[in-house]
Nanobody, 114 residues
Framework: QVQLVESGGGLVQAGESLRLSCTAS????????VGWYRQAPGKQRELVAT???????NYADSVKGRFTISSGDAKNPVYLQMNSLKPEDTGVYYC????????WGQGTQVTVSS
């Protein structure tokens, strides 16, 4: 069973940047979609960004112009560059990789102080 591990989260001040990475326990091939979701305390998990292989990226309105999703390789399939962070970006961020099955990471905490 492939496992995904997110890294790069942490505590930053508003306006700063973070880059999240997603690493797989073994290489993943035939990826058709990658993405990032987040969950704030007391709220449902929400889509942050997603990208179809070879296609365009889609972003939540709240992060457009600030976040950039990018694909990597079979071991590090997806990244998320987060700039101009805001306190409302605080939450646990999960990476997601889809082939004929879907894989989820266990999340990394991002905390943005004002």
């Amino acid at each position: 069973q492939v496992q995904l591990v997110e890294s790069g989260g942490g505590l930053v001040q508003a306006g700063e940047s973070l880059r999240l990475s997603c690493t797989a326990s073994e290489s993943i091939f035939s990826i058709n979609r990658v993405g990032w979701y987040r969950q704030a305390p007391g709220k449902q998990r929400e889509l942050v960004a997603t990208m179809i292989s070879g296609g365009r990226a889609n972003y939540a309105d709240s992060v457009k112009g600030r976040f950039t999703i990018s694909s990597g390789d079979a071991k590090n399939p997806v990244y998320l560059q987060m700039n101009s962070l805001k306190p409302e970006d605080t939450g646990v961020y999960y990476c997601y990789v889809s082939t004929y099955v879907s894989y989820w990471g266990q999340g990394t905490q991002v905390t943005v102080s004002s």
